[in-house]
C-alpha cells in the first residue's frame, strides 16, 4: 500500500483542459473534488496509526530519512491534582512565581488557578512535588507534524 510519487504534467493537462467541453470540466472537477476529499481522509487515517504507535511506543518523534516526525501540542494539568502543591511549597512563594493565583474579586470572582510553566521549576524541592505535577499532567491537542528534511548537497 503505497501511494508513490506520481506527479502530473501540469503544462500538458493545462493544454487538454482548453480543449475539453465545460460540462465535461465540471465533472473532472467534481471527481478530483472527490479524490481529493477521499485522500485526505486516507491521510488523516495514516496519521492516526502513526500517532497510534507513537503513543504506544511513548514516542514524541520517529527517526526517519527524510521526514522529521514529531509528536507537537500543548500539555494541560489536571489542577485539582495541583493543589497538593501548596502543602510543600508556600503559597506566596507560588504567587510570587507566577505559579499559582488564588481566588480573588475584580469586577467578577476569578477562582484560583495553577500556571504549570512556572510551577514545573518548583519541582527542584524534591520527587514528591514533581510527582504531583507530572500526575495532573494531561496531554491536549496533540498532533502530528511531518515535514520534509532540507537536503543538503554533498561537495565533491
Not at 465545460?22 to 473534488?33: A, C, F, G, I, Q
Request: hydrophobic residues 40%.
Amino acid at each position: 500500500m503505497t501511494a508513490g510519487s506520481v506527479k502530473p504534467d501540469l503544462e500538458s493537462f493545462g493544454e487538454k483542459l482548453e480543449g475539453m467541453d465545460t460540462n465535461r470540466l465540471v465533472e473532472d472537477w467534481d471527481d478530483y473534488t472527490k479524490n481529493i476529499a477521499s485522500m485526505r481522509e486516507m491521510l488523516a487515517m495514516i496519521e492516526m496509526e502513526i500517532t497510534k504507535r507513537m503513543r504506544a511506543d511513548s514516542a514524541t518523534a520517529v527517526a526517519h530519512d527524510d521526514f522529521t516526525v514529531e509528536l507537537a501540542g500543548t500539555p494541560k494539568y489536571d489542577e485539582s491534582k495541583l493543589y497538593a502543591v501548596l502543602e510543600y511549597i508556600p503559597q506566596a512563594d507560588l504567587v510570587k512565581a507566577g505559579a499559582y493565583t488564588p481566588a480573588h474579586e475584580e469586577t467578577v470572582q476569578v477562582p484560583e488557578k495553577f500556571n504549570a510553566t512556572k510551577l514545573k521549576p518548583f519541582g527542584k524541592f524534591g520527587s514528591d512535588i514533581r510527582d504531583i505535577i507530572q500526575g495532573a499532567r494531561w496531554e491536549s491537542n496533540v498532533r502530528l507534524r511531518i515535514k520534509p528534511k532540507a537536503k543538503t548537497e554533498v561537495q565533491a
